[in-house]
């Protein structure tokens, strides 16, 4: 029986420093010698902070197994157990924040130091840090009349922060709601109800700034890489892409909707009053902690309005080195003889949303050096980086990316990067700089390294030229990787080793003894997978492909040749992923080509 309901009911109060560390001290969790000595030193501590803060910032080890650091999140884990109540990790992800904030006023939820954070047909949840404290609880039961109420324990740090913001965000959204009862004149079912003003507000209404400032704060804070504003009928959607997988954050009012994107719009410095056609743009903005990213922005007309999706580019990625973006030791050496050609094309290939303009920024962050000259064709530019001279297509004004390359030819360029590949033109001109002794760098969009042969043969390019210019191709994936706090280690199931043996046949890849498998926690968002890494298939031209590329090449025939002089299938790199307990089978079999 837990030693906190052995005896009465605990008499009202708030917890102390000296009665938690008299718990850990008891639990085995902390020395007595340690725990008397931080009890002299904070003798005449008269402070606010929560004793499970104070405790956390000393940083102490577990003194049981596995001897984890002692810090706010796993002191508060013991803390529930310790008073045998749930333990709750507030996701603002996942909660309704219009709903919880309905049951109780910012005071009341400050006053008692407690955070309403589910609320069902029958019950509300409310969290808190102070197990002792239920004074407030009699009360607000006779408000909410027919509703229980279930007290968990979550980190006293995060109830502090989320009563301000939830409270604010909450107020922004109603304040901002009630300046208009209708959505925007562009929506196809478009009602416009009678004795109502139909009107829009201003974009730049102080409630409208806060919820954008909001909305790009939590998507830096939970890594996403874009941020996806839809309008439904009846409302609005905000949905985050995380490590590849779409996450809805929030439904909003149309009408708030619509002036969240009109105020991005502005500071994208796009057409606000044009809502018919597809615009892009961009905005350089700031995380909390002060660095600087940028956002591009996409617009799209839908049935009920505009839809508009924010890309994240991470600025860190033009300092990463391959190994980080996944990269093995024999990938970088194909890849390095390939990009230190004087001239030549390379390609590399995937589907969209497969880091191509990742590994080419870093390629070419590392190509840039002050001897040389490199200039990029881009639609449209996705990051800006000071040592590139960077173009943007404009196709409405004739500058497209055949005119671009020709335009460039005449700059001096040492090494040009084109952004696609997308037709005869194009390719005529990227393969022209090459000749005429240039590293040309662009992308494609096929399945695997060798389609990209024929797809240029398709697009009618010259078997001739390509044999001449093509120094190689790269075929990549993205795949999630297991989140190194919770995986866990286990053996072979049968249907492991069957998915094993057809992902590696024919090459018979010896099977890891042990897989690592995803289990979920607070860091991964109970994913069980945390970031993303690369994997990559090298083709390079040899004299025996060349040999191969003729006016009806075999691409099969093409495949073997290069199996046989060194490239790994994607498959394989994922394999070698998955050898090393870094990612699944599962993941490598849902994102490479069999």
């Known amino acids: 029986m837990n030693k906190v309901l052995e005896s009465a009911v605990p008499k009202e109060h708030r917890l102390t420093l000296i009665e938690v560390l008299d718990a850990l001290v008891a639990g085995g969790l902390v020395a007595a010698d340690a725990g ?33 650091v002692l810090d706010l999140e796993t002191l508060t884990q013991w803390l529930a157990e310790w008073v045998n109540m749930a333990y709750f990790h507030v996701d603002p992800l996942k909660i309704n924040f219009s709903a919880v904030t309905e049951v109780m006023s910012n005071a009341y939820a400050v006053r008692f130091r407690v955070l309403p954070v589910e609320v069902r047909q029958d019950e509300v949840v409310i969290a808190t840090a102070e197990p002792f404290q239920r004074a407030w609880e009699a009360e607000l039961k006779s408000i909410l009349r027919n509703k229980e109420i279930r007290r968990v324990i979550a980190n006293p740090n995060d109830i502090a922060r989320y009563q301000v913001e939830f409270y604010n965000l909450a107020k922004s959204i109603k304040g901002a709601a009630s300046k208009a009862e209708s959505g925007s004149g562009s929506n196809f ?34 890594r996403a890489s874009d941020i996806h504003v839809e309008p439904r009928r009846e409302f609005g959607v905000v949905r985050f892409r995380i490590d590849g997988i779409l996450h809805q954050v929030y439904q909003i009012p149309i009408s708030v909707l619509n002036a969240m994107t009109s105020r991005i719009k502005i500071l994208g410095r796009m057409d606000v009053v044009e809502r018919r056609r597809p615009q892009d743009g961009r905005i350089k903005t700031r995380t909390p902690d002060g660095q600087e990213v940028e956002l591009r922005l996409s617009t799209l007309p839908t049935a009920f309005g505009e839809k508009l999706v924010m890309r994240i580019f991470d600025p860190d990625v033009l300092v990463k080195d ?4 996944g990269f093995g030791e024999d990938d970088l050496v194909r890849w390095r003889q390939m990009t230190v050609q004087p001239n030549g094309i390379i390609l590399v290939t995937g589907p969209t949303g497969s880091g191509k303009t990742t590994t080419l920024y870093t390629t070419l962050k590392q190509l840039a050096t002050e001897d040389v000259n490199v200039c990029t064709l ?5 990051m800006v980086e000071p040592s590139f001279n960077q173009v943007q297509v404009q196709a409405d004004i004739g500058m497209g990316f055949a005119e671009g390359i020709r335009a460039l030819m005449r700059q001096d360029p040492d090494i040009i ?12 001109m990227a393969i022209q700089a090459a000749l005429t002794g240039h590293l040309v ?30 120094l190689g191709v ?42 690592y498998r995803p289990v979920g926690c607070l860091d991964c968002r109970r994913t069980g997978y945390q970031g993303r890494m690369g994997l990559y298939e090298i083709f390079t031209m040899t004299p025996e492909i060349r040999k191969r590329i003729d006016e009806h090449t075999d691409l099969a025939a093409v495949r073997e040749q290069a199996l046989r002089e060194g490239m790994k299938p994607l498959r394989i790199s994922g394999a070698r992923k998955v050898a090393a307990g870094l990612t699944t089978i599962e993941e490598v079999l849902k994102v490479t080509p069999s």
């Open 36 to 68: 008397e000595k931080f009890k002299q030193e904070r003798r005449y501590f008269k402070g606010d902070s929560h004793p499970l803060t104070i405790i956390a910032e000393q940083r102490w080890k577990s003194l049981k197994l596995p001897h984890k």
């Open 189 to 222: 079912e478009q009602l416009v109800e009678l004795g109502k003003t139909n009107k829009q507000f201003d974009a730049n209404d102080q409630h409208i700034v806060r919820i954008v400032d909001w909305l790009w704060q939590y998507a830096f804070d939970q």
């Open 322 to 325: 391959f190994t980080d973006l």
């Open 378 to 382: 881009e639609d449209p530019i996705e």
């Open 417 to 428: 990067m084109v952004g696609e590949i997308r037709d005869l033109e194009t390719a005529n």
């Open 441 to 470: 760098l662009s992308t494609l969009h096929t399945n695997d390294a060798p389609t990209a042969i024929t797809r240029l043969l398709d697009l009618g390019v010259p078997y001739y030229l390509i044999q001449t210019t093509v």
């Open 474 to 515: 790269m075929a990549q994936r993205l795949i999630r990787t297991l989140c190194p706090k919770c995986k866990q280690a286990a053996g072979l199931r049968e249907e492991d080793e069957i998915a094993w043996n057809g992902m590696v046949a024919p090459w018979k890849s010896a099977k890891p003894t042990t897989l």
